[in-house]
DNA sequence: AACTCACATATTGTCGACAATATACTCTAT
DNA sequence: ATAGAGTATATTGTCGACAATATGTGAGTT
């Protein structure tokens, strides 16, 4: 019997993470067309895996594709990112409820170092914790839901495409801290078994997010 | 130039359509093994169709698949029911929501009517409301939240899981009139414009069918 | 009898080729 | 010169075959 259980990647799997890492950071940019002879040499793979990693890719919204024609890297626009952020409101609220209920208290305990953490961050680099512990700290509490449909689709399914306009549109700035003490009362909220007032802390902290993006995107 | 640009459907559209409706029917019971050399034979077509269709299967939630293992058909459980409806609160609420605020004085005017009809019928069939009329009900508000992400999330993406557990647990009963008061009022809310209200009418009702089903499901 | 290891079988992963469809181009007619 | 039709090219859709991995079977050992 084999100890370690590694999952095996396949060649599918490793050109799905390649071709969305290149998506997210805009190295493919944004409304281009994907062709399959293309990044087939590319990567040096065949057509049958790429298409398999182009079907998962729009699977997480990140391409869309028509039959006969082709798949195009989505475009980002102030509609799409309204639309993603009213989603994400939504189902970031309902993991923030689930978390009061369902984190242990170890996962509590472990999420206020990180915030203590973040804290001494924040002090000296304020970009930091925009790009990573922002997305820690959510990620942490979608994972405290214990809801797995709820995570699949956030992790899996729109997780990547936030990153994407934030990466590309380039988040950061004056809500650093204001954020900062957000993510303090959410918090205080889950410590205290509170669902209802978490899930309105976490909603109204994505709405302002939202509010001070469209803000930027006079793109 | 076409007139009639009717978008073409492929081997893997019929294969994924198919497939769909023989999972969420029982045809292919819940839990089972889905051989690809097998489904090509049935279906006439080759392991690369099928596989296409299994990806997309897998996308929204109906089938589950382990590299170099195989495709499986997901199994109904009482937690992946609760997961499920969790889910739906919190994305049919939001729609909800946004649907009192874009949805057309002819859209509204059009569900009043569709509920009218549905009062009729309730007094004699209790089974056809349950079927199709609530499903419409809701598909409508979905529709009407003009937000693509949520309308692809909950139409393409778990539509088809909550109406696998409907089907193959048998959803009907006592909940029938109650219900239909319930999506009265929810389209009253909507009517009047009041985005606050259309959620948390929305998102009891939801709760409500879960509870209605939990009791049910003592499978 | 139970366990392990090796082998045989079946299934999945990947590939290159052909068929069907869309796109780009050229040539003609107005 | 422009619009349209027809052809040429390229891309996507589908197929069958081979390679890699997992599963099932049976012999051999304790």
Same mark, same amino acid.
């Given at each position: 019997?084999?100890?370690?259980?590694?999952?095996?990647?396949?060649?599918?799997?490793? $050109?799905?993470?390649?071709?969305?890492?290149?998506?997210?950071?805009?190295?493919?940019? *944004?409304?281009?067309?994907?062709?399959?002879?293309?990044?087939?040499?590319?990567?040096?793979?065949?057509?049958?895996?790429?298409?398999?990693?182009?079907?998962?890719?729009?699977?997480?919204?990140?391409?869309?594709?028509? *039959?006969?024609?082709?798949?195009?890297?989505?475009?980002?626009?102030?509609?799409?990112?309204?639309?993603?952020?009213?989603?994400?409101?939504?189902?970031?609220?309902? *993991?923030?409820?689930?978390?009061?209920?369902?984190?242990?208290?170890?996962?509590?305990?472990?999420?206020?170092?990180?915030?203590?953490?973040?804290?001494?961050?924040?002090?000296?680099?304020?970009?930091?914790?925009?790009?990573?512990?922002?997305?820690?700290?959510?990620?942490?509490?979608?994972?405290? $839901?214990?809801?797995?449909?709820?995570?699949?689709?956030?992790?899996?399914?729109?997780?990547?495409?936030?990153?994407?306009?934030?990466?590309?549109?380039?988040?950061?700035?004056?809500?650093?801290?204001?954020?900062?003490?957000?993510?303090?009362?959410?918090?205080?909220?889950?410590?205290?078994?509170?669902?209802?007032?978490?899930?309105?802390?976490?909603?109204?902290?994505?709405?302002?997010?939202?509010?001070?993006?469209?803000?930027?995107?006079?793109?």
């Amino acid at each position: 019997m084999n100890f370690f259980d590694e999952n095996p990647i396949t060649s599918a799997d490793k $050109c799905f993470i390649q071709l969305r890492n290149d998506i997210v950071k805009g190295s493919i940019e *944004a409304g281009s067309k994907l062709s399959e002879p293309e990044l087939s040499n590319k990567l040096g793979v065949s057509r049958a895996v790429i298409r398999e990693s182009l079907n998962r890719l729009e699977a997480c919204h990140l391409v869309e594709s028509k *039959a006969n024609v082709g798949a195009r890297v989505v475009a980002l626009t102030a509609q799409g990112l309204i639309e993603l952020y009213q989603v994400r409101e939504s189902l970031e609220g309902m *993991a923030a409820r689930l978390a009061a209920v369902n984190m242990s208290d170890e996962e509590i305990e472990a999420l206020h170092k990180l915030l203590s953490s973040h804290f001494e961050t924040v002090k000296s680099d304020e970009t930091y914790y925009q790009e990573a512990g922002d997305v820690d700290f959510h990620y942490r509490i979608i994972i405290g $839901c214990k809801n797995n449909h709820l995570i699949t689709i956030l992790i899996d399914g729109i997780y990547h495409l936030i990153r994407m306009y934030r990466v590309q549109l380039g988040m950061s700035g004056p809500r650093v801290t204001t954020a900062f003490d957000e993510h303090k009362n959410i918090l205080q909220a889950i410590s205290n078994r509170d669902p209802d007032l978490a899930e309105m802390l976490m909603r109204r902290h994505i709405v302002y997010t939202r509010k001070s993006l469209k803000n930027k995107l006079i793109v």
